[in-house]
Structures are given as C-alpha cells and as structure tokens.
C-alpha cells in the first residue's frame, strides 16, 4: 500500500459548533483532519461556528479546547494560537459576514426574500398538493430594485437567499468517489435570517475560502450541503472574495451503536467526559477513534497517533457506516494501559484515588510509596484506570475504614470458611519476619497441606476478609503490602463476625 503524497500546502479544518458536550462523532472529524494536516506537513485550523447565539455556550466552547487538548490535537491556527485568518471565533467576524452578503447581492448572487414563514407554509403545501417539489419556488427572486425598495420602505424583513444558478453539480469525494447532485433538487437556501443572524450556509464555505481550506473532512451527515456550498464559492470567486479553486471533499462515513442505529450525540458512549471519569486514556481513545472508518492496513489495530499521522491516507476511509464498538474501545484502552511505565500509570492513577477520597492531593509520601509498590500488581489487571480504585482501596483506609464488597461477603465469607481463617490467622501470627516468601509458605503450609484445602476455598476468604473484595491483586503480595497488623487485625474481624 503507498502512502498519500506529501503536501505542505494542505490546510484543513475542525470547525464545530459550541453546544452541547464534545462527542465521539466529533473528535473522530477532528482526528482524521489533524492526522491529514500532520501527514501532510500542513496546517490544522481549529475554528469555532458560533453564530447560533441562542444554542451556543462558553461552557461547551472551553470543553471543546479541553477535548482536543487531552486527546493531543495541537492546532496550528485558532483560538488560543491565532494565526493570519482569524479571528477564529466566528461570533467576532460579523461585520464581514455583512459585508459579503452586500457584495452578493449587488453582483446578484444573493437576493431578499421578503415572503413570511407562513406563506412559505402555504406554498409548501399547495405545492406538495400539487406533486411538485416542496421547496422555495423563488417567488422573490426577480422582484425590481423599486419592489425591493418599497417592500423595506414599507417596514418588511427580508432573509438573504443565494440564487442557485441551474446547474448540476459533481465532485469526486476522497472518501466516496464521484457524486453528481441535479440541479432541481436544490432551491434558493437562506444565508442570512430576517433578523440578520448569517447562517452555517453562508459563513462556513466564506471562512473555508477566507482560511484558505484546501481540503473539508467532515461527516456524511453534511454531504447534501457540499453542492450549496460548490455554488457559494463560484459567487465568491465571482465577487473576488477569493480566488482559490474549491476545496476537495471527503465525507467521513457515519459511526453506528448499538442495533444498527447511528450513535447518537445522546448516547452514552458518545460523551468524551464518560471516557475521561472512567478511566480511558488519551492514547486509547484516539487509537480506537482511528479505527472508526480508517485502518492503518495489516489488520493492524493497535498503533499510536503519530504512527497514525505517518501512515494517513484519506484515500483509506472505507465509506461504509463504522460500528461504535465499546467493548473493543476499552480493549484497545486496556492494551494501552499496559503500555504505559508503572511511574507513569502511578501518575494517572492519582486523580482517581484523590476523587474516591483515598489519597490526598499531593500524596503523603505513605500514600505515595504505597501506590508506587501496588501498581506493578495490577497493571495487567485493568482496562479502565477506574477499575483500579476498587482493586486496590484496601491499602489505602484504615482497617476500621475498610468496607467489606456485601456482595463478595455475602458469598465467600461462609461459616464454612471458620477454620481456613482461623488457620491462616495463626499461621500469620507465628510469622517472624513478614515478606513475601514467609507469608506465602505460612498460608500454603496451613490451609493447603495442612487442611488440604484447595487453593480457591484456602485463600478467597482471607482475600475478601483482608482487602475487601473477591477482586484484588495477587493475595501473598497484597498481605506482604498491607504489612502484619492490619492483616491481623482485619482477619480477626471477619473471624468474630462468623463466630
Ligand atoms: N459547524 C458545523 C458542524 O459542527 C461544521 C460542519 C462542517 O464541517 O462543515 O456541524
Ligand atoms: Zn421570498
């Protein structure tokens, strides 16, 4: 398989709107245009579509910039970087908007529609009745000049719409191949509301011409506003706004959940912050990210995201819907966890155990050594770094704190498991020197020679009395952590509750 040419020139942008919480659709867009960008040598735009002031929100703008910063998806230009097109913001580039629309008008590539929603209604109908299509039918595409001027001296409104010039369109998609789009299927669209709010219509082919965007990677799901947008940067290009030839499209395929449905931005599954609180890391999700509609090629599936920007190929996107897969993503999450040193889990691992309130922030250097010496047993245990709070709380409360799990309790802590705790409680308490090898003998010599218990029966009740939970590292390891007298004592415990 060859790789993409290299193309410095390349510029390619994410530019979604701020509402509502970043989603997996989303950062998969932003994925595959970074890797392009990087792949290339070119230049990633991030560039904020916040024209809807009624659905925007500051809150959704910052979590936005926090996505991608955590996912590793460094813009050249935008917010917070600048750059020579911006502002990027597009709520601060209004009066350009204004100022376009006017020239669109005058060169008669735009015209004001002065009909109300209710006649638009009307027609629509009647219309419909009439089986003809149901769309603007350019009722005020020819009024004069002195129409015009009378209807706005009379007090009337008017929307701003693009005149569709009448011809078809086509272009070859770089995920899709050629798509050819009759003209009569597209009427006159708005640009600009009759309060003068610009639409995504007008302001998002501008600023891809205004940024010189070679390339638009987006979603299938905005595949029928690329011939509007085709017409739209003819009438730029005749206005002299600019004289770039039209980006390449490539529309990425849409990403399916569960039951053969698209995923939607309500799904769980599809919120950034469900991956952030339970414990994804940043290398897995982009990974699995990667795989939703792209692959590296050797039915290779694990690969991180420079390897991925060294070897993109837009010309690789398999058109065909991508199914969401939470079991493989947190597969994928697992394996990157076990990449990951056990200094630098250690790390990760902290601000789970500082919110269920197991350590402090900072640590102690007790906690901090405690966590030190437990991540090398339980590294391989885990998929989520969540899963290791349960796993490994024990050494981190008091043996009074200790909650043992009920339901693990209510199974394995029998009046059947009497005497292995109270074997292994005193073969524990002859120990001298307590280390690994003395507990592990102790415990093997009583219950498993001594009572000729097997291994399950001899120690999951110590486990469960000791850390808690059926679930846990290594038992000998986790005693040898948790040192003499809080094994002591907590077997003590479960051995006077059964009693
Ligand atoms: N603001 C648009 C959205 O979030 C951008 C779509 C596009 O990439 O053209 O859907
Ligand atoms: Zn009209």
Known sequence: MTEAAVDPNVRVRFCPSPTGNPHVGMLRTALFNWAFARHNGGTFVFRIEDTDAARDSEGSYLALIDSLQWLGLDWDEGPEAGGDYGPYRQSERLQLYADTVEQLQQAGYAYPCFCTPQELEERREQARKEGRPPGYDGHCRDLSQAEREE?????????????????????????????????????????????????????NPLDDALMRITH???????????????????????????????????HLPYVMGEGNRKLSKRDPESSLAMYRESGYLPEGLVNYLALLGWSIGDDREFFSQQEMAAKFDIK????????????????????????????????????????????SDPPTPEQQSALAAVVPLIHTRMDRLDQAVPMIEFLFVSDAELQLDPKDAAKILKPEALPALEAAHNALSAITEWNLESIETALRDSLIDGMGLKPRLAFGPVRVAVTGRRVSPPLFESLDLLGRDSSLTRLQRSIESLR
């Open 151 to 203: 209807r706005y001296r009379d007090g009337a409104r008017a929307a701003i719409r693009f005149r569709m010039p009448g011809t078809d369109f086509a272009w070859d998609d770089l995920v899709r191949g050629r798509i050819e789009v009759s003209a009569a299927t597209i009427p006159d669209f708005v640009l600009v509301r009759g309060n003068g709010d610009p639409l995504y219509t007008l302001v």
């Open 216 to 250: 638009v990677l987006r979603g299938e799901d905005l595949l029928s506003s690329t011939p509007r947008q085709l017409a739209l940067y003819d009438a730029l290009r005749g206005i002299g706004v600019t004289d770039l030839p039209n980006p390449q499209f490539g």
């Open 316 to 359: 690789r996107v398999n058109p065909n819907p991508a199914r969401f897969d939470l079991k493989k993503c947190t597969a994928i999450n697992g394996d990157w966890i076990r990449e990951l040193s056990e200094t630098d889990l250690a790390e990760r691992l902290k601000p789970f155990l500082v919110s269920a309130g197991l350590i």
